[in-house]
């Protein structure tokens, strides 16, 4: 695969050059039946779902989540929005299997994401899920077999795959050679959250299911500092927060190096350094490094805790450094190339492309690029193309990065494996790799 096929790969025949189009928009035979797991008005579920009604042509006919007050509220909000009150369920098992929806977005917390996606391609569901796709690297060979066999369209939350500035700068780098040939993704990600404290075990509320919740992860007593959102800072449920915002720009560095592969080696440490003394179970602290095939690699620096003065004055992004220069990727969609002496020779912005003559869609991260990325999604189940923006084989090189560095930093030692399958070099058991399930929820 050469560089412009690559940063082609994953988008079949379709550029979407706005927001606005989509093939047969509005007609009554390409009208596409969504479901959306996962829709509490404060989560991205329901960002996501706001997005997807702004695709022509998408209906959404199921909303589903475990707590009953986001259900209702998500229902009547696409009642008011379009005329139409969505189903509303508990249960995504239900879902997958329900004869008339078209395609399934997971927006579940990070221990369902793969279950949930593997039923409903199981169903014959198209499916996009969020990052990162799988609990545990296991899970992620699990999600590109499962893929594979099925043929399913499936779409990996990756949004920034669709932005049109970072397509159109890479394309530009790809063909000029500018910077030479990139070597180094350099990727971060900095916040200053506020404590979790110490949790109480205490009665489930009443519009709660916990059962459900839980899903695949092993049951345990409800506490009261978990949901909606601390989840993400418990082992049993969260991927840390490397998990959490790492397979953003760490996705970037391997997509602008050219990187299809899993890494042959990944060497993390780990630490509970700015908050201590409650019950956070992962470190607030890492420094991973991935080293690939050709003598290329990316590092990843994250601080969840000390949003003091982030690295190129944004809290989040990459720079990618070549033979000849260096390009940074910021998080409000800008991309700028420097050449060897640190000057700036070209940029990309969301408004336009500053120094150049075209211009294109305004885009960014929290808007513009779900909806193109959405629109992808939708025309590749309505063409029945599995090569979306972000297919399982490329969704799940990139999220399970994170989880090799999580795996890495308890394990005290670098970990080995083979890029092409990314499958562990060495055998035996290491921590981390695969998960425990409750019994009635297995993936196999």
């Given at each position: 695969?050469?560089?412009?096929?690559f940063i082609?790969?994953?988008?079949?025949?379709?550029?979407?050059?706005?927001a606005g189009?989509?093939?047969?928009?509005?007609?009554a035979?390409?009208?596409?039946?969504?479901?959306?797991i996962?829709?509490?008005?404060?989560?991205r579920?329901f960002v996501?779902?706001k997005e997807a009604?702004k695709?022509?042509?998408?209906?959404?006919?199921?909303?589903?989540?475990v707590d009953?007050?986001?259900?209702?509220f998500?229902?009547?909000?696409v009642l008011?929005?379009t005329?139409?009150k969505?189903r509303?369920?508990?249960?995504l098992?239900?879902v997958?299997n329900?004869p008339?929806i078209d395609?399934?977005?997971?927006?579940?917390?990070?221990?369902?994401h793969a279950?949930?996606?593997?039923?409903?391609?199981?169903?014959?569901k198209?499916?996009?899920v969020?990052?990162?796709?799988?609990?545990?690297p296991?899970?992620?060979?699990?999600?590109?077999?499962v893929?594979?066999?099925?043929?399913?369209v499936l779409?990996?939350?990756?949004q920034r795959?669709a932005?049109?500035v970072?397509?159109?700068?890479?394309?530009w780098?790809w063909?000029?050679?500018a910077?030479?040939e990139?070597?180094w993704?350099?990727?971060w990600?900095?916040?200053?959250?506020?404590?979790i404290g110490r949790?109480?075990?205490s009665?489930?509320?009443?519009?709660?299911?916990?059962?459900?919740?839980?899903?695949?992860?092993?049951?345990?007593?409800?506490?009261?500092?978990?949901v909606?959102?601390?989840?993400?800072?418990?082992?049993r449920?969260?991927?840390?927060?490397?998990?959490?915002?790492?397979?953003h720009f760490a996705?970037i560095?391997?997509?602008?190096?050219g990187?299809?592969?899993?890494?042959?080696?990944?060497?993390c440490?780990?630490?509970r350094l700015f908050?201590r003394?409650?019950?956070?179970e992962w470190?607030d602290t890492?420094?991973?490094?991935?080293k690939y095939?050709?003598g290329?690699?990316?590092?990843?620096?994250?601080?969840?805790?000390c949003?003091?003065?982030p690295?190129?004055?944004?809290?989040?992004g990459?720079?990618v450094?070549?033979?000849?220069?260096?390009?940074?990727?910021?998080?409000?969609?800008?991309?700028?190339?420097?050449?060897?002496?640190?000057?700036l020779?070209?940029?990309w912005?969301?408004?336009?492309?500053?120094?150049?003559?075209m211009?294109?869609?305004?885009t960014?991260?929290t808007a513009?690029?779900?909806?193109?990325?959405?629109?992808?999604?939708?025309?590749?189940?309505?063409?029945?193309?599995?090569a979306t923006?972000v297919?399982?084989?490329?969704?799940?090189?990139?999220?399970v990065?994170?989880?090799?560095a999580n795996?890495?930093?308890?394990?005290?030692e670098t970990?080995?494996?083979?890029?092409?399958t990314?499958?562990?070099?060495?055998?035996?058991?290491v921590k981390g790799?695969?998960?425990?399930?409750?019994?009635?929820?297995?993936?196999a």
């Amino acid at each position: 695969m050469n560089r412009r096929e690559f940063i082609k790969a994953g988008a079949g025949a379709f550029f979407i050059a706005s927001a606005g189009r989509a093939i047969g928009a509005g007609a009554a035979s390409n009208r596409v039946r969504l479901a959306i797991i996962g829709c509490h008005e404060k989560g991205r579920g329901f960002v996501v779902m706001k997005e997807a009604m702004k695709v022509p042509g998408v209906e959404i006919a199921c909303v589903c989540d475990v707590d009953s007050r986001a259900r209702e509220f998500a229902a009547d909000f696409v009642l008011k929005a379009t005329g139409v009150k969505p189903r509303m369920e508990a249960d995504l098992r239900k879902v997958v299997n329900m004869p008339d929806i078209d395609g399934v977005v997971s927006e579940t917390p990070d221990h369902i994401h793969a279950y949930s996606a593997i039923a409903a391609m199981r169903a014959g569901k198209a499916v996009y899920v969020e990052k990162p796709c799988c609990f545990c690297p296991e899970e992620g060979q699990i999600l590109m077999r499962v893929a594979k066999e099925t043929g399913a369209v499936l779409q990996v939350g990756n949004q920034r795959r669709a932005s049109l500035v970072i397509r159109a700068a890479l394309d530009w780098l790809w063909e000029t050679g500018a910077i030479g040939e990139m070597r180094w993704g350099k990727a971060w990600y900095m916040n200053n959250r506020a404590s979790i404290g110490r949790g109480r075990v205490s009665a489930v509320p009443e519009w709660l299911d916990w059962d459900l919740w839980q899903g695949p992860a092993p049951r345990t007593e409800f506490r009261d500092n978990v949901v909606h959102y601390n989840w993400h800072w418990f082992r049993r449920w969260g991927t840390s927060e490397m998990g959490n915002n790492a397979p953003h720009f760490a996705d970037i560095s391997r997509w602008a190096l050219g990187l299809n592969s899993f890494p042959e080696s990944v060497t993390c440490s780990g630490e509970r350094l700015f908050g201590r003394g409650d019950d956070y179970e992962w470190p607030d602290t890492f420094n991973a490094s991935f080293k690939y095939p050709n003598g290329k690699f990316i590092t990843f620096e994250l601080a969840s805790h000390c949003n003091w003065k982030p690295y190129m004055d944004t809290v989040t992004g990459a720079m990618v450094y070549g033979t000849k220069g260096s390009v940074f990727f910021g998080p409000s969609d800008t991309v700028q190339v420097f050449d060897g002496k640190s000057k700036l020779i070209k940029e990309w912005t969301a408004d336009g492309v500053v120094k150049e003559q075209m211009t294109i869609s305004t885009t960014n991260p929290t808007a513009g690029l779900n909806v193109l990325h959405l629109t992808n999604f939708v025309e590749c189940l309505r063409a029945k193309n599995a090569a979306t923006y972000v297919p399982a084989d490329q969704g799940v090189m990139s999220s399970v990065l994170p989880l090799l560095a999580n795996i890495a930093t308890d394990a005290g030692e670098t970990i080995h494996l083979d890029p092409a399958t990314g499958r562990l070099l060495g055998g035996g058991v290491v921590k981390g790799w695969a998960r425990e399930y409750q019994k009635g929820w297995e993936l196999a």
